[in-house]
């Protein structure tokens, strides 16, 4: 897909990877919904950003664990152009030993990670699948998913977060099948981008054994592999880990 002059949601967008994900689609020449949820200074910012390099743009306050703030979402997204991208950034990352899970913050997590997501991507696909496709033998939209690798290999004391990754996951798979072919539905799963706050020398230092590349990466490496999954269309259902090797 040529991603000049389309239209992308990017949920999650006033977070670091989010904000970044966003800047790469307006260098790319897309058009930007950009999604927050608390945050509105840091999406406001983001948007004067992506105006400042020439591209239509919007900020968009919305709870995604909500029918009707994602109905807001894509009301929204019409009156900067034709979407035909989505990618789905929002997450909470919580750590929780499980035998101090209970059942709010459990929901909470899920309802951030996975339930969310999926009910983004049903909409999405509702409003692609109704606009006419010029050229059939390609797809009309492209959805990708930031999971993680906590949901192929999960860590202790991760039980829910890593839980919610891997439904993500195996939702990403299942509604590459379902959308199919007028959506190609894929998913990255970056590993370390970012050390925890607090995370001492050592606990560095061990992590870093488990990485064959030998060192974390850059939000511009999970960018390069999101506008990969974009423009191609011949790939659908995937996950493509960024990692350095540490799912090896």
């Known amino acids: 897909m040529e991603l000049e002059g389309t239209t992308a949601v990017i ?10 994900i966003a800047l790469a689609l307006a260098e790319a020449g ?19 950003q992506i105006t400042d390099m020439g591209r239509r743009t919007v900020a968009v306050g919305a709870d995604l664990t909500k029918a009707c703030e994602i109905d807001k979402l894509f009301a929204a997204a ?12 929002v997450s909470v990352f919580q750590r929780q030993p499980l035998a101090d ?9 899920m309802d951030i990670n996975l339930t969310g997501p999926v009910l983004v991507c049903a909409e999405f696909g509702r409003m ?11 797809p009309v939209g492209k959805i990708v998913n930031l999971v993680d690798i906590g949901g ?3 860590w202790a004391n991760y039980t829910v977060y890593c839980a919610s990754k891997a439904g993500l996951i195996a939702a ?3 509604m590459a099948k379902e959308l199919a072919p007028a959506v190609c539905v894929n998913g990255v799963a970056p590993g370390v981008i970012a050390w925890p706050v607090g995370l001492g020398k050592e606990d560095k230092k061990r992590q870093l054994s488990f990485i064959p590349a030998g060192r974390i ?3 511009s490496e999970v960018n390069s592999a999101i506008m990969f999954l974009l423009r191609n269309d011949y790939i659908t259902g995937q996950i493509l880990n960024i990692d350095g090797g540490r799912c090896i």
């Open 152 to 154: 192929i290999r999960p």
């Open 30 to 48: 897309c058009n930007c919904v950009c999604h927050y949820h608390t945050n509105q200074r840091g999406a406001e910012e983001l948007v004067n």
């Open 172 to 174: 990403t798979k299942s």
């Open 101 to 109: 899970v209970t059942f709010d913050n459990a929901r909470e997590v």
């Open 11 to 20: 949920t999650g967008s006033s977070g670091k990877l989010g904000g970044s």
């Open 78 to 89: 019409v009156s900067v152009g034709r979407v035909r991208l989505l990618v789905n950034s």
């Open 128 to 138: 692609v699948c109704s606009q006419p496709n010029t050229e059939p033998e390609n």
């Open 217 to 219: 990466g850059y939000t």
